[in-house]
Nanobody, 117 residues
Framework: DVRLVESGGGLAQAGGSLTLSCVVSGITFHDYAVGWFRQAPGKEHEGVSCIVNEDGSTHYADSVKGRFTISRDNAEKVVRLQMNSLKPEDTAAYYC??????????WGQGTQVTVSS
């Protein structure tokens, strides 16, 4: 079975840092891209960042640009999201999404990030 397991969430103070990890198993990891999304209570699902497998290009939402860094280790089948200068508005459940061709993708169960002011 394909599994995506996120970890690294928790409680941080504003200005602090957390690193989220998404470990992929049960599939080759020859994907198109992996993305991180988040959803806060009462807010819409938001794309945070993604990294394309073929060329390693990265993309960020304007709200996190300059503060978050996405990376992937294909040998370990892990994608990380380094989050610096955290803000209370970064509080959300964070999910990773592994995208393959033909509309096939997989989601993790999420990890909660809470940033206190």
């Amino acid at each position: 079975d394909v599994r995506l397991v996120e970890s690294g969430g928790g409680l941080a103070q504003a200005g602090g840092s957390l690193t989220l990890s998404c470990v992929v198993s049960g599939i080759t990891f020859h994907d198109y891209a992996v993305g991180w999304f988040r959803q806060a209570p009462g807010k819409e699902h938001e794309g945070v960042s993604c990294i394309v497998n073929e060329d390693g290009s990265t993309h960020y939402a304007d709200s996190v640009k300059g503060r978050f860094t996405i990376s992937r280790d294909n040998a370990e089948k892990v994608v990380r999201l380094q989050m610096n200068s955290l803000k209370p508005e970064d509080t959300a459940a964070y999910y990773c999404n592994d995208v393959y061709g033909s509309g096939l993708d997989y989601w993790g169960q999420g990890t909660q990030v809470t940033v206190s002011s």
